[in-house]
């Protein structure tokens, strides 16, 4: 990076030092008002117990409801402050209301073709109530004529994607959680370059709590400079509010509508191993090509447009497809959502664990579950699957792999294997089910990602990009510490007490 680079990504982490601040002081001031207000503990009270017991009628997680209702009856008034600051699922309904106008326009172009759904239900019927669950509640379609290419390393994935954007012909999209003005985003901000001076529309949308530390605001005013367009997600402001607990983690890449790209990597130099700072990391990411590529273009869009509604029309962002994909197989791109109380990302994790049969081989950096996902996964190995999960060997944030490892335990004495990547890093989040069966995608098996964060994957069926996800599972837990032994012993007590703590206050992080 250049020197005035650096400077203003210096300015960016200043920036967020100066909101944490500004919040730290809002939190103190709820404090101190907690204290002034102590001579109205009665009433205070009272009102923290009736929304105990609102809390504890609600839909959400048990985990969740628990949490608040310990935080609540243990500070009454810094509780009450606190849960309706950050307790409510979802945000403001200003920001509900926009989403939901966004939706109305693209719903439309969402619909499923009956035959694809009948040839799977064919095949699978019990699989088919899954993509049916996700069609229903989420709005993604299923699709075939969509060919599938999975990469083991994201670097790969990179690779093939340059090539993709130097190809594009009439629109490029990216969407990311994070991105970094770093050797890799040079390589590609140069092929973006050159195909707007082409005439091909450039749009890129990031999340700034994801790219703190990365770029700064004037990132955006560098890339329009050069005629791409920009636009940030839900900036960071020094007020406590609950839409700022919700962040936008999916990574997507559409090309002229055909191709699409998404995947656990970011746009950062680390992804891609040209920085080191958790020893190798590894991520994973998809390529599809055909009619599937549609719904990530929709996923785009709404959120593109739920910044700002700026595009009269979609039509023009969705070309009739005319490619022929050369390989079977039913592919279904999802997105989900914190707007809604339809927990799409941890339900498709929870069926497919359910109907797993012979082997679940799971991924993910974190592992901060519920009570529902941890009793799926010990069932599922109680009935004689084959359950491994992989975490990292080196971790990225040291809490919350302590938070991470307080579930060993209860896993493995039911049967789950744990398998840690000793080489370092492993940022990929993705399930395979009985090799026949997968998913890749940005959400991790953590309550941020599959209750605050908007996320998105592809759910695979009977491709045979399926059976290279199986073999870089099996070729990872070669080089990773299997863990299961060490943590079926009992463990002494203060260590017994911490990973309570963890557990308890874990869904509220």
């Not at 009450?80 to 699922?89: A, D, E, I, P, V």
């Not at 009739?320 to 498709?348: C, H, K």
């Not at 953590?446 to 491709?463: A, I, K, M, T, W």
């Amino acid at each position: 990076m250049r020197t005035e680079e650096k400077a203003n990504v210096k300015n960016g982490v200043a920036k967020m030092l100066v909101t944490l601040l500004a919040l730290v002081i809002q939190v103190g001031w709820i404090v101190l008002l907690a204290v002034r207000l102590n001579e109205y503990s009665t009433s205070i009270s009272l009102l923290a117990f009736l929304l105990a017991v609102y809390i504890s009628g609600k839909r959400d997680n048990a985990a969740f409801k628990l949490s608040w209702i310990i935080l609540i009856m243990a500070f009454p008034l810094l509780g009450l402050c606190l849960y309706l600051l950050f307790g409510r699922s979802g945000t403001t309904r200003r920001t509900r209301k926009r989403f939901e106008a966004i939706d109305g326009k693209l719903r439309p172009f969402q619909r499923q073709q009956p035959e694809t759904m009948d040839a799977l239900e064919e095949l699978d019927p019990l699989f088919a109530g899954q993509c049916r669950y996700i069609y229903r509640y989420g709005h993604y379609p299923l699709y075939r004529n969509t060919d599938v290419i999975f990469y083991a390393e994201a670097a790969e994935g990179l690779e093939a994607q340059l090539k993709d954007l130097a190809q594009a012909k009439q629109f490029i999209f990216l969407e990311y959680h994070a991105i970094q003005e770093g050797a890799a985003f040079a390589r590609l901000k140069a092929v973006l370059a050159d195909r707007v001076a082409h005439g091909v529309e450039v749009r890129m949308f990031y999340d700034e709590v994801g790219s703190v530390g990365f770029i700064d605001r004037g990132f955006i005013q560098r890339m329009e400079e050069i005629g791409i367009q920009c636009r940030v997600f839900n900036p960071v402001v020094p007020l406590l509010k609950p839409i700022m607990n919700n962040r936008d983690h999916r990574k997507i890449t559409v090309i002229d509508g055909q191709i699409g790209y998404t995947g656990g990597y970011n746009l950062a130099d680390e992804y891609f191993g040209i920085t080191h700072p958790f020893g190798h990391w590894k991520d994973t990411g998809l390529r599809l090509t055909g009619d599937a590529v549609q719904s990530l273009t929709l996923m785009f869009l709404e959120m593109w447009n739920a910044m700002e509604d700026t595009d009269a029309s979609y039509t023009r962002y969705l070309p009739e497809v005319t490619y022929r994909a050369s390989r079977p197989g039913f592919v279904q791109p999802y997105a989900d959502s914190p707007l809604d109380d339809e927990y799409m990302g941890e339900n498709i994790y929870l069926n497919l664990i359910q109907s797993a049969k012979r082997c679940l081989y799971i991924a993910t950096p974190y592992l901060i579950i519920s009570d529902e996902m941890t009793r799926a996964l010990c069932l599922a190995a109680q009935r004689g699957v084959d359950v491994r999960i992989l975490t990292p060997g080196i971790p990225d944030k040291k809490l919350v792999y302590r938070m991470t490892r307080s579930y060993y335990a209860g896993l493995v004495r039911r049967g789950v294997r744990i398998y840690e990547y000793t080489p370092g890093f492993p940022h990929e989040k993705q399930v395979l089910c009985d090799g026949v069966a997968a998913t890749v995608g940005t959400i991790n098996f953590d309550f941020r990602s599959l209750y605050h964060h908007f996320e998105n994957g592809v759910l695979l069926y009977g491709c045979p990009a399926i059976q290279d996800i199986e073999a870089d599972f099996r070729k990872t837990f070669l080089v990773s510490q299997e863990v299961t032994e060490q943590y079926r012993t009992g463990l002494n007590a203060m260590v017994r007490v911490t990973q309570c703590l963890f557990r308890l206050f874990g869904p509220l992080m």
